[in-house]
């Protein structure tokens, strides 16, 4: 299945870009346009990031049935739309925020380009929410208390342990670069 969608992904990429003729306006090709802005990104990563957004969109387009994204069917209720089936289809708020920040940037440099008008401008009324922040869970003192003095029948456990604790002690270090750390000489790593 995942071969198949790469290949219409790619040949509706190829029919998309054939028809790259801009009249301007509301009905011009907002994913043709999406993806001549990310194909100009400076970076590679940044140009596979469009690249992958572009075919999210398009994922999008087809769930809704519609063959062409407009200027104009960006409104308050497309982004809306479009948010929500981000979240529907499983893809994580850091996604989200990517995509649609990407959406308003292409959009806004349409813009800036005499492309679309700012009359219309659906970011006047649509605000991308924020990626929300993850709770820290952490131990309080007790807990840590508990943690360093029990006795734990073996010895794997309390390796497991003492590695946990090592990485508190070192503020966060990751758990893969202390097991590369090799051993320490003369109290020295």
């Avoid at 400076?42 to 398009?58: C, D, P």
């Avoid at 009359?119 to 360093?148: A, F, G, W």
Wanted: glycine share 6%.
């Amino acid at each position: 299945a995942n071969d198949i969608r790469e290949r219409a992904c790619v040949h509706t990429r190829k029919h998309t870009q054939e028809k790259k003729q801009y009249h301007g306006g509301m009905d011009a090709d907002f994913l043709t346009w999406f993806d001549q802005y990310g194909n100009g990104r400076q970076t590679e990563k940044t140009k596979k990031s469009y690249e992958y957004a572009w075919n999210v969109l398009r994922e999008y387009c087809e769930s809704r049935r519609f063959n062409v994204l407009r200027f104009g069917d960006i409104d308050y209720s497309r982004l809306t739309d479009l948010a929500k089936w981000l979240r529907e289809t499983g893809r994580g708020e850091s996604t989200r925020h990517m995509i649609e920040c990407y959406v308003r940037a292409a959009y806004k440099d349409a813009q800036k380009r005499r492309m679309v008008s700012r009359e219309n401008d659906p970011y006047y009324d649509y605000s991308i929410k924020p990626v929300p922040r993850k709770k820290i869970q952490s131990l309080n003192i007790e807990q840590m208390h508990t943690l360093m003095t029990a006795k734990i029948p073996t010895s794997g456990l309390a390796k497991a342990r003492d590695i946990a604790m090592m990485s508190f002690y070192l503020c966060g270090a990751n758990l893969l670069d202390i097991y590369e750390m090799g051993s320490a000489q003369d109290g020295a790593a």
